[in-house]
């Protein structure tokens, strides 16, 4: 089911993301919205995920109800998380996750050029924010994954955006399946 409706919901999503983020001192490295789910790149220094997504997710779906007249369960079943071995998945991660926009069905027909400048004016992604400071949410940080094409600088910006373009025109392979069974990505 839809757990966004309009631009409110996803507006307010970000702002209860970034509350508990920083009651909960969560790092949040990427995110991208879409109609019927999310994903997040989080580092969780406290290893207190399963309380913040707990706050986190009572926090949205008590907005959503209200908001919307609804009653219940917002999400179906329990959220999936995953270990990233960061050294060498973490980048393989953030650019599964900002390329999400363009793997929906009614996206999947554009061309190389058309994906590209979609992703870049993507309003619920954390995308934007990594090629461009002026897109930038304030609580993503994106030195971490930066780091790995040159920091955040706009040369670094620019290998990810080179990085992320890739898989807009080879087979990306999910990285997440690698974690499926057992919950980690890479070797710990």
């Known amino acids: 089911q839809e757990i966004f409706l309009n631009d409110a ?14 009651i909960y ?3 949040i490295l990427a995110y991208v919205l879409m109609m019927n789910h999310f994903h997040l790149l989080l580092k969780t220094p406290l290893a207190n995920l399963q309380e913040f997504m707990r706050h986190f997710n009572i926090s949205y779906t008590s907005y959503y109800n209200r908001s919307h007249q609804k009653m219940g369960h917002l999400y179906q079943g329990r959220y999936k998380s995953f270990l990233i071995d960061a050294d060498h998945y ?3 991660v953030s650019r599964y996750i ?8 009614r996206k999947s027909n554009l061309n190389v050029d058309e994906k590209r400048r979609y992703l870049k004016q993507y309003r619920w992604s954390s995308y934007p924010g990594y090629i461009s400071t002026r897109s ?3 609580f993503v940080r994106v030195n971490e994954v930066l780091d790995y094409f040159g920091g955040n600088t706009s040369q670094g910006r620019r290998k990810y955006e080179r990085f992320l373009e ?4 080879k087979k990306v392979e999910n990285p997440l399946e690698r974690g499926k069974g057992h919950g980690v990505v890479g070797s710990m």
């Open 9 to 22: 919901d996803c507006a307010k999503f970000l702002s209860l993301l970034e509350r508990s983020s920083d």
């Open 98 to 105: 900002h390329l999400n926009p363009v793997w929906v069905k």
């Open 25 to 27: 001192q969560v790092n």
């Open 136 to 138: 930038r949410v304030s």
């Open 90 to 92: 973490l980048q393989e």
């Open 166 to 169: 890739e898989g807009l025109s």
